[in-house]
Nanobody, 125 residues
Framework: QVQLVESGGGLVQPGGSLRLSCTAS????????VGWFRQAPGKEREFVAA????????YYEDSVKGRFTISRDTTVNTVYLQMDRLRPEDTAVYYC??????????????????WGQGTQVTVSS
């Protein structure tokens, strides 16, 4: 059974940092692209970042570019989303997803077939 489990969310002050984790069972991330999406209250889920390890490619939504970074630890089959200089507007439930999207779908939900349950990030003073 393929499963993704996110962790690392929490409450942080503006300007602070958090690192989200996405651990997989049943798949090896190296063969997939991993995307991070988020959904704020009353809004639709939106793309945040993605990285393709087979073939390369790193993608970020404009508002997080330079602040968020995707990385991977192959020894524990975990992908991370390092989030720095957090802003109140980054408050949302964050989801990781795995799939084999093509370039035109890597920023869209339909590019991914496996999703985690989400982890809450709240940026507030």
């Amino acid at each position: 059974q393929v499963q993704l489990v996110e962790s690392g969310g929490g409450l942080v002050q503006p300007g602070g940092s958090l690192r989200l984790s996405c651990t997989a069972s049943g798949i090896t991330f190296g063969a997939y692209a991993v995307g991070w999406f988020r959904q704020a209250p009353g809004k639709e889920r939106e793309f945040v970042a993605a990285r393709r390890w087979s073939g390369g490619g790193e993608y970020y939504e404009d508002s997080v570019k330079g602040r968020f970074t995707i990385s991977r630890d192959t020894t524990v089959n975990t992908v991370y989303l390092q989030m720095d200089r957090l802003r109140p507007e980054d408050t949302a439930v964050y989801y990781c997803a795995a799939g084999k999207p093509i370039t035109s779908t890597i920023r869209t939900e339909r590019g991914y077939r496996v999703w985690g349950q989400g982890t809450q990030v709240t940026v507030s003073s």
